[in-house]
Structures are given as C-alpha cells and as structure tokens.
C-alpha cells in the first residue's frame, strides 16, 4: 500500500476482519472511514465494534459515542439521547456526551436541562470551549449578562486543542 492508498487500507482491514471478525479496532477504524461517506456502514461498522469489544476499552466508548452523533445528525433525536446516556453510565467522564446531551434539551426547548448537563460537561472539562460558549450564550438569553460574559470570556481564553 502506498500513502493515501485508503481503498487499499480499507481492503486490508475487511481482510482482517475475515480471518478475526472480532478485531474490533478494525471494525472502528473501518466506521471511522465511511462516518461522512456512508453513515448507514459507518453506524453498522461502529455497532460491530461494540458487540466485538467485551472489555469495554477506549474504542467501545468513542464507537458507541459515534452511533450516537451519527443518529444525531441523521435527526434521530430520541435514539441519539439515549446512546449518549449509555456512553456516560459507561463512561461519567466522557464530556463530549454530556455537551450532545444540553445540545438535545436545547433543541427540546428544556433550557433548564440544558444548563444542568453543560455544567456536568463544565465539570468533567472546564475549559472545554464550546461548552462555556453555549452556557454563556443560554444565560445571555436568561439575562444573566456576567455569568455570560464570564463564559464567553472563558471559552476565548480556553486552549484551541481543548476539544477532546
């Protein structure tokens, strides 16, 4: 294979998968190639690699994360929610899954939940830009203009590389 040869690495990751269908990085690694290309095979190659990962390594937390943002963006909202509830009683400190989490009361219109589950983010990361950026935004519309700019402050002064 030679560099950017990714048919090639596809091929030789389904290769692999002949000879042990539970590898399953390949099967995460494999849904990570088709999540923006074809979300069906990226959703049905990350649900294999949480039925293959028994040991619940790092893979079958950010594989069934993965399920969750893809049903998200595919607006299926209530499947979405709740895979991100799994991912947290698997995981409590998987911060990307509480912020999804406000993100769905937010378009729920449960900005109270919102808040609650931005501060469980917050806690776990509390420099986790995006988070305080939507917390400041949320208290902006409840007329709390300090808390607000506090995070809007914040999440400015918060490290570009803070995302995971």
Not at 80 to 91: F, K, N, Q
Request: glycine letters at 6%.
């Amino acid at each position: 294979m030679s560099k950017g040869d990714y048919k090639g690495a596809v091929a030789a990751l389904r290769k692999c998968l002949t000879v042990d269908p539970t590898f399953y990085r390949a099967h995460y690694s494999l849904g990570l190639w088709f999540h923006d290309k074809d979300p069906e095979v990226a959703e049905a190659c990350f649900h294999q690699c949480v039925e293959a990962d028994s040991k619940r390594t790092v893979y079958f937390v950010t594989a069934l994360y993965s399920i969750g943002e893809l049903l998200h963006k595919q607006g299926d909202l209530v499947r979405a929610e709740a895979i991100y509830r799994e991912v947290l009683s698997v995981d409590p400190v998987y911060f990307w899954a509480h912020y999804k989490l406000a993100n769905l009361q937010i378009i729920k219109g449960d900005l109270v939940s919102a808040l609650v589950w931005l501060g469980e983010c917050l806690t776990v990361n509390p420099k986790f830009a995006p988070a305080l950026n939507s917390r400041g935004f949320m208290l902006n519309k409840q007329c709390h203009k300090k808390g607000a700019e506090a995070d809007y402050r914040a999440s400015l002064l918060a490290p570009s590389n803070n995302s995971w």
